[in-house]
């Protein structure tokens, strides 16, 4: 039986990576710093959550060793320029050499389709810096490494379709910067799947795969169908990007994670579709969902929510 880690298996992608891996016939491994953030995972027979933090140098070789693979989904989308670094450049920076050390030659990193690095935010310029630094290590010969780079991720539990449902529960109308930015939104069980296929399968160690979905949405549209979808459909209108900066401004002036930043804002500038002809989903024999037929099955139909709770709190601060 094949040993895989997971790291940032807690999250929102993660949760289903594992079950994912589970079903496959893997033992699995989740680090987190907090066991108790563990608790939609701990039901896995085969998997094992250990408490660890994964940013910490001395601690990495040791959860690394006796793995068969690395999967790395571990991404932060707000912060200031050090969590960015943290998180998206020195954590895969140190992963590699944690896996040189110990032997480990299987890595799967999760990076970002607009990964670029000279991009207009932090989010897409260290998500591309972390990528460029394990493909040299790629290149070095030290891993066998395996990119995924997903657009927006959408599913049962995500902080984006739901997020903007909530917020029209609570709000007459939206206002939106970057409304007619282009997102190709991916289903979380298609990632989930890849990204086990890309482990079973040592024949996709070097490729960069784009998981992208069928359908190609501007955000305005991906909103309003978030608000007929959970019965709250309210007008949304496209404001300029300096009055979004106001608004991210003020968000990041409430308790929480802010519902939109200002890189969050930058990253926006461009389109976040696919561009080239590498391998996507359909390489690894996934046929990708549309947003259309898989959002009505989640959206407005998972009960109270704390997303429409934190929305409606923020609401009534602005």
């Known amino acids: 039986m094949n040993n895989a880690l997971v790291l940032g298996g807690t999250g929102f992608v993660g949760r289903q990576v594992c079950e994912a891996l589970h079903r496959d016939g893997w033992r699995i491994t989740v680090p987190t710093r907090r066991a108790r953030n563990a608790q939609a995972v701990q039901h896995l027979p085969r998997l094992t959550v250990l408490q660890a933090d994964v940013h910490n140098a001395q601690t ?7 793995h068969d693979v690395v999967i ?13 670094e943290r998180n998206h450049v020195q954590l895969p920076e140190r992963l590699a050499e944690a896996c040189k050390r110990q032997g480990v030659r299987r890595l799967i990193h999760v990076s970002a389709l607009g990964a ?8 897409q310029r260290s998500k591309a810096r972390g990528e460029a630094a394990l493909q040299a290590a790629a290149a070095a010969g030290d ?13 049962a539990g995500d902080r984006f379709l739901n ?14 910067a970057g409304a ?10 298609d990632v989930a799947q ?7 399968d040592p024949n996709t160690a070097g490729l960069t795969i784009d998981a992208v979905g069928p359908d190609v949405c501007r955000l305005i549209d991906l909103v309003r169908l978030a608000g007929t979808l959970s019965g709250h459909p309210r007008p949304v209108f496209g404001v300029p990007e300096w009055a979004g900066r106001v608004q991210a401004a003020m968000m990041a002036l409430m308790p929480g994670e802010p519902l939109m930043s200002q890189d969050n804002l930058r990253s926006m500038r461009v389109d976040n579709v696919r561009t080239g002809s590498g391998p996507d989903l359909k390489h690894l024999g996934i046929e990708p969902a549309s947003v259309h037929a898989v959002a009505p099955l989640y959206v407005g139909h998972q009960g109270p929510s ?6 409606r709190e923020k609401a009534r601060r602005v």
């Open 306 to 311: 704390s997303h429409l709770l934190q929305c």
């Open 180 to 189: 007619q930015t282009r997102f190709q939104p991916v289903w979380v069980n």
């Open 60 to 66: 990495l070789p040791g959860l690394v060793a006796g």
């Open 116 to 123: 670029d690095a000279q991009g207009p935010s932090l989010y």
């Open 143 to 155: 891993l066998d490494l395996t990119v995924l780079r997903p657009s927006v991720i959408f599913g």
């Open 194 to 200: 890849a990204l086990a296929r890309c482990a079973h």
């Open 72 to 84: 790395n989904l571990v991404a932060v989308l707000h912060g200031n320029a050090a969590t960015f």
């Open 163 to 176: 997020t903007f449902a909530a917020l029209q529960a609570v709000l007459p109308f939206v206002p939106l």
